[in-house]
């Protein structure tokens, strides 16, 4: 019998698990910044030190399957913007979007951790109005915590955010919602720019988020951040050092064919197979082979 209050059955991944991992692996991560993350669990049974796997998903369906595959986090992304809806960018999503989606998400009961964006100008206004919205993520669309894009900016809205005991996970390097402000989706921290992304991981981290998304930065930056910072670093297209990596489900099933990032390996080119399968039936529809009697009732 272990010392939590009530047991279940399958092993829930919670904010806790995830901050733990990086310490599992390399006791004492991260010497620069203070231990101050929001989470108060053990490490143990939720995948001791091994690496993060994330993966986005925006509907109950995909939700079951890739929780069912084994994915540690869920990540409900204001990326849906763009996958989902056929925006161009993130910066049109708002809330309402993102709950529905969410809602639809945390309905397929993932034991990974659930994960929601806060959308663009969702985390400004006020420390009221910033709580209201992520409160929303948690008591009514079942996210389990939420994301927020930002560094130096943003560090006092987390500390405000798990202050009243909501896990947030930071986000920072290329960060889509300020996307007019970069003048497009570009690689971030090269040269001497890196040292304000550095500047920015170490705030998230020291403002108390669970982990920090590392988004289109250089490698050797992605590994100077993961050594420096005691909460795992969650890396897409931020090289192989994090601690773990995220990436668009749309991306890897090469569901998503108007943009393509250099990052995204496709596991599986699942946009082929629909347009396949779906010219085969229209064709069996058109010449009369669909349906057979073993699709009819009598
Ligand atoms: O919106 C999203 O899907 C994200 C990931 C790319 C990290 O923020």
Do not use: W
């Not at 101050?36 to 053990?42: D, E, Q, V």
């Not at 992304?77 to 925006?87: A, C, K, N, R």
């Not at 709580?131 to 405000?160: C, H, M, P, Y």
Request: proline letters at 4%; hydrophobic letters at 45%; aromatic letters at 6%.
């Amino acid at each position: 019998m272990g010392d939590d209050i009530v047991e279940t059955a399958r092993a829930k991944v919670t904010a806790a698990d995830i901050f733990l991992r990086k310490q599992a692996r390399e006791p004492g991560a991260g010497g620069r910044t203070e231990r101050r993350a929001s989470t108060n669990g053990k490490a143990g049974e939720n995948g001791g030190g091994r690496k993060i796997a994330a993966v986005t998903a925006y509907d109950y369906t995909f939700a079951r399957l890739v929780d069912a595959a084994g994915v540690d986090v869920i990540l409900v992304g204001d990326s849906l913007g763009m996958v989902m809806m056929g925006l161009p960018n993130t910066v049109g999503v708002g809330m309402e979007a993102m709950l529905h989606h969410t809602l639809s998400v945390s309905r397929a009961g993932p034991r990974a951790l659930l994960v929601a964006d806060m959308p663009f100008l969702s985390y400004d206004g006020g420390v009221d109005r910033v709580l209201t919205n992520a409160s929303r993520f948690l008591q009514e669309a079942g996210a389990e915590a939420v994301k927020l894009e930002g560094g130096v900016r943003v560090a006092d809205t987390i500390r405000s955010l798990v202050g009243a005991n909501i896990p947030v996970m930071g986000h920072v390097g290329l960060t889509p919602q300020a996307v007019h402000r970069f003048g497009g989706f570009k690689v971030q921290g090269r040269g001497r720019d890196g040292e304000q992304v550095f500047e920015d991981a170490l705030a998230v981290a020291e403002a108390g988020a669970f982990s920090i998304v590392l988004e289109s930065i250089p490698l050797e930056l992605g590994r100077k951040i993961t050594e420096a910072v005691h909460v795992p670093t969650i890396g897409i297209g931020a090289g192989p050092h994090c601690d773990g990596q995220v990436l668009v489900l749309q991306d890897m099933l090469g569901l998503y064919e108007e943009f393509r990032p250099k990052f995204a390996k496709v596991y599986a080119p699942l946009g082929e197979q629909v347009k396949e399968a779906v010219s085969r039936y229209v064709d069996e529809v058109a010449a009369g082979e669909f349906p057979t009697e073993s699709h009819s009732f009598r």
